[in-house]
T-cell receptor, first 111, second 115 residues
Framework: AQSVTQLGSHVSVSEGALVLLRCNYS??????LFWYVQYPNQGLQLLLK??????LVKGINGFEAEFKKRETSFHLTKPSAHMSDAAEYFC?????????FGTGTSLTVIP | NAGVTQTPKFRILKIGQSMTLQCTQD?????MYWYRQDPGMGLKLIYY???????DKGEVPNGYNVSRSTTEDFPLRLELAAPSQTSVYFCASSYSSALLEDTQYFGPGTRLTVL
């Protein structure tokens, strides 16, 4: 069975500080991994994804994530938080024609 | 392109009523998906379709039905609404299989309350 765990349902950072959102997955085979962002009252928008190749993936809005197979992790980072980054972030994994989402992390950016 | 559009945006149903959530995409995508999002939870896949005339169950299909008569439209039907179906419903589409690697494009969602 597949599962995705996002540590911390709420994360607060100061504007300009490092953003780190954690995601761990369980999978018996190499998965495809995604990070999505959801702004209030909107649908999800893809930030970045890992399928094969380079394990450090760069996405939109300055975000990046690194696939670490040994740690079964795919943490999302951004060097300097901006007020516009405040949103809900979801990690997801696909396997066997199913899509599994984590429960989400709400990011608050403090001015 | 309008992308993925969903109607209605909000709806309140009584227990036992039926309704259809509409989803349309104008990107000529083959794959379409229906998700539900419950408070504090991630999205769960209800049904998906790999092309016109083909649909398949996702993780939580019970209580729902879908059809895909055209490439553009993928309606979701609730036959006997139950309080457990109170949720926000998202439709999404992708050119090829998002279940493998392709990017999904999401609609703005339909907020459904069953009383």
């Amino acid at each position: 069975a597949q599962s995705v765990t996002q540590l911390g349902s709420h994360v607060s950072v100061s504007e300009g500080a490092l953003v780190l959102l954690r995601c761990n997955y369980s999978s018996s085979v190499p998965p495809y991994l995604f990070w999505y962002v959801q702004y209030p009252n909107q649908g999800l928008q893809l930030l970045l994804k890992y399928t094969t190749g380079a394990t450090l993936v760069k996405g939109i809005n300055g975000f990046e994530a690194e696939f670490k197979k040994r740690e079964t992790s795919f943490h999302l980072t951004k060097p300097s938080a901006h007020m516009s980054d405040a949103a809900e972030y979801f990690c997801a994994v696909t396997h066997s024609n199913q899509f599994y989402f984590g429960t989400g992390t709400s990011l608050t950016v403090i001015p | 392109n309008a992308g993925v559009t969903q109607t209605p945006k909000f709806r309140i149903l009584k227990i036992g009523q039926s309704m259809t959530l509409q989803c349309t995409q104008d990107m000529n995508h083959n794959y379409m998906y229906w998700y539900r999002q419950d408070p504090g939870m991630g999205l769960k896949l209800i049904y998906y379709s790999v092309g016109a005339g083909i649909t398949d169950k996702g993780e939580v299909p019970n209580g729902y039905n879908v059809s895909r008569s055209t490439t553009e439209d993928f309606p979701l039907r609730l036959e006997l609404a139950a309080p457990s179906q109170t949720s926000v419903y998202f439709c999404a589409s992708s050119y090829s299989s998002a279940l493998l690697e392709d990017t999904q494009y999401f609609g703005p969602g339909t907020r459904l309350t069953v009383l």
